[in-house]
């Protein structure tokens, strides 16, 4: 989940009418109310726990090593009980492998069998609604009933790249709106008559398609996932100060819909298990120093934990990362589970999305299955 524009734009009439379908849309999308969005909780956890995975690639690692363990890691997300494994369109960033999260999505799936892949997420206007509509509707062919459709309306890259990728598509984040409009009349195959694109069809097409998810770290989607009915999936790990702001604008602007009678929302969660506080927090500082050199305009691979501590960090670089660390739930297993449910309390989100962005395949992999055997996912990590 990416960050997006903070400027506040209200959806217009015509974009929210032209999204929003009746009671008949739901045979359409092929599913029951809700059934597609709802998470499940596994073993004895009080509430549902995915996985935001960016494919980080760290100091020694190659783009293939990290594509391989993503997958390695989605497998065993499986069978520890994770319900959703997500994966964020970035470009321009050396520590992170999953530019083209289609891709991703399609070989993934081709390694698991029942946990449900997503976007987390797709940057819409980086692309056009019709190629996303292809690119998805194929996904939910290869992999029929496992497949979420997460957007944002952020670039997911810098200002040069954003304008490479957008060049001969959307003017960016103001037209998300109707960009999203488009989008689900060509996942639905429902542009009204006498529109340019009613004769248009996205192929492949099967009888039910992937249940679309906005994304947000301010209120823009917030508002418009409530207007529209949709589910809300919140960047709570780089914009805590606006989670509960946008979730309560999420709740309040919210009316039923074809998919959903009432709000759901998760919220993405940076939290890293390990056997002890000191530990987690020493594997927690090398994503910050990666955070604090792509603040800085200087994004590279993940740094290793020993370069995180010999780095020499000014004040103000000091205050950075100790404010990014706070906003991290780390340490032993049962201090992060307890953590993570103080948090799903105080924010009544129905799902957590939790993402280990650090150094080290087998640090973050066993980060995940500590997680899933302290909150209660499974008995064997």
């Known amino acids: 989940m990416t960050t997006e524009d903070q400027q506040e734009h209200g959806p217009g009439p015509t974009a929210d009418s032209a999204i929003r379908g009746t009671a008949d849309d739901a045979a359409i999308r092929g599913t029951a109310r809700g059934t597609a969005i709802r998470g499940t909780a596994r073993g004895t956890a009080p509430a549902p726990l995915s996985i935001l995975d960016l494919a980080t690639v760290g100091v020694g690692y190659t783009p293939a090593e990290a594509l391989a363990a993503t997958t390695a890691l989605a497998r065993k997300a499986e069978q520890w009980g994770y319900h959703r494994f997500w994966v964020a369109e970035h470009h321009g960033m050396p520590g992170v492998a999953s530019s083209t999260p ?126 529209l009915g949709l589910p809300f999936a919140f960047a709570h790990h780089f914009s805590s100060a606006n989670t509960l702001p946008a979730l309560d604008l999420y709740r309040s602007s919210f009316r039923p819909s074809a998919v959903l009678d009432e709000p759901y929302a998760l919220i993405g969660v940076s939290a890293v298990a390990a056997d002890d506080e000191p530990s987690a927090r020493r594997l927690a500082r090398s994503a910050a120093l990666g955070m604090l050199r792509l603040r800085r305009g200087n994004p590279g691979p993940i740094p290793t934990p020993e370069e995180a501590e010999q780095y020499p960090y000014s004040p103000a670089e000091a205050d950075f990362v100790d404010s990014w660390l706070d906003n991290v739930v780390l340490g032993d297993p049962g201090r992060v589970a307890d953590g993570l449910e103080a948090l799903r309390k105080r924010t009544g989100v129905d799902e957590l999305m939790v993402t280990s962005h650090i150094h080290g395949h087998e640090a973050r992999l066993r980060s995940y299955g500590l997680i899933a055997e302290a909150y209660g996912l499974t008995t064997e990590a």
Do not use: C
């Not at 998810?213 to 996932?225: D, E, I, T, V």
């Open 102 to 227: 289609a891709v991703l999505i399609a070989h993934l799936g081709a390694h698991t069998t029942t946990l449900r892949l997503g976007s987390g997420g797709v940057m819409l206007p980086n692309h056009a609604p019709l190629a996303i509509a292809e690119q998805f509707g194929l996904l939910e062919a290869l992999h029929p009933g496992r497949i979420d459709l997460g957007l944002g309306r952020a670039p997911g890259t810098d200002p040069a790249t954003a304008r490479a990728l957008r060049r001969g598509h959307a003017d960016g984040a103001d037209d998300f709106p109707q960009q999203l409009a488009e989008l689900t009349h060509f996942l639905d195959g429902d542009f009204p008559a006498g529109h340019p694109y009613d004769r248009l069809t996205a192929v492949p097409k099967g009888e039910g398609r992937p249940p679309v998810w906005l994304l947000g770290s301010s209120g823009f989607s917030a508002r418009l996932a409530g207007r």
